[in-house]
């Protein structure tokens, strides 16, 4: 078969299209295994950033372990009439809710002492 410059814009591919074509397609292969590869490597990087971390979170104040238990005693009076309704963990402090005839009370002790820091009364207008 005999091919010249016309044949090929007949629709028959050129020897030098067909150089060209293997050429991109080579180009496009050597592209896709590099992006692999590249790929690989930061899954493999960040896969070793999650196993060696520099120290696990401390834990919040509220939750962290209690200190050594002490030999004192704390006694901090409420009343005859009041009841503690609840008591939470916040800013480092116990918050002792006390329900009295007239109102409620927090009381905000500090834990590692057993001393009434404050008292904040929460009467209806």
Do not use: C
Request: charged content about 20%; proline content about 6%.
């Amino acid at each position: 078969m005999i091919m010249n410059e016309d044949a090929g814009l007949q629709g028959g591919w050129t020897p030098r299209q067909i150089r060209n074509l293997k050429i991109a397609v080579v180009a496009m292969g050597v592209m896709l295994i590099v992006g692999f590869v590249a790929l690989l490597i930061g899954f493999v990087h960040q896969a070793s950033k999650m196993g060696r971390s520099a120290a696990p979170p401390a834990a919040p104040e509220a939750l962290a372990a209690p200190a050594a238990p002490s030999s004192r005693e704390s006694v901090i009076s409420i009343g005859a009439d009041a009841e503690v309704v609840a008591t939470h963990a916040a800013g480092g402090m116990l918050v002792v809710e006390v329900k009295r005839e007239g109102g409620r009370d927090l009381l905000f002790i500090d834990p590692q002492t057993g001393a009434l820091v404050s008292k904040t009364a929460l009467r209806p207008e």
